[in-house]
């Protein structure tokens, strides 16, 4: 087993980040908390590979103007790469009431908290990217002003740590989907971890193929900007009308977001708040 990696500051990562397949599990990025600074690794099997990694992230970073970036590799134990990154995921304290946790923290949590414990396995969510915890606080916020049980979509759940905080929350009939089996499998764990398995239901499917009976209260997209705007119309669809349903969208470098915003406005959204975190933009819409 082989490691690849490479440390960049945020504006750079973030590009090279939108570079790289979006399906590849053995790539994880991790995000320190003074967020100037982000590495990328990707755990492969043989030398070679991690040569031929080598040199596409070398290609990749010269085609965006920085050719210097120093891209290492070595073995490591195949044991540890299973287990290493956890050191690398610490307790986040999203707003006053909402926390994210791993699996193994001792907290304990406190009277009025929802606290999210999360195990990744390979898929994304830890609550230590910009773009999920925007997310989290939009969704947070969004509960405080809503009345009763709204219904909640989380569009590419990736670990479930969006839905199981929804679901914390209060919101009703959660569902998760995702285009990955792996995905499915790891929200399905960590809605065992929070004794919400009876409330979110999560669900192997393709964007364009998912068919709901009934449009929701609150959609949550956290996704990458191409993605939210090749399918903006599906999304927009599965968003309530009357009354006025919720939109977050998020995965977005700061210089995509205007673009984006404006292909939901042009579908009858308004945005009601807006965050940045790192490079990354989050809005918050709403139906008009």
Known sequence: MFRVNVILNTDIGTRFIEALPTDDPQTVIWVPDNKKTLTV?????????????????????????????????????????????????????????????PAWDTYREQPGEWVVRIDPGMSFGTGQHGTTRSCLRFIADCRARRHGRPRFLDIGCGSGIISIAAALMDFSDVTAIDIEKQAIYDTRANSERNCVTDRVDARQNDLTQFQPANRYDVVAANLLADTLMVHATTISGLVRQDPPGDLMISGILQDQYDAVRSIYQARGFTEIDVQDDGAWRSGWLRRQ
């Open 41 to 101: 690794e990707k755990y492969v099997d043989t030398a070679a590979d991690a040569d031929a990694v080598r040199d596409q992230w070398q290609a990749t970073l010269a085609s965006q103007g920085r050719p210097e970036a120093g891209i290492e590799s070595a073995p490591v134990r195949e044991a540890d790469w299973t287990t290493d990154w956890r050191s690398h995921f610490q307790r986040e304290r999203i707003t006053d009431r909402l926390l994210v946790c």
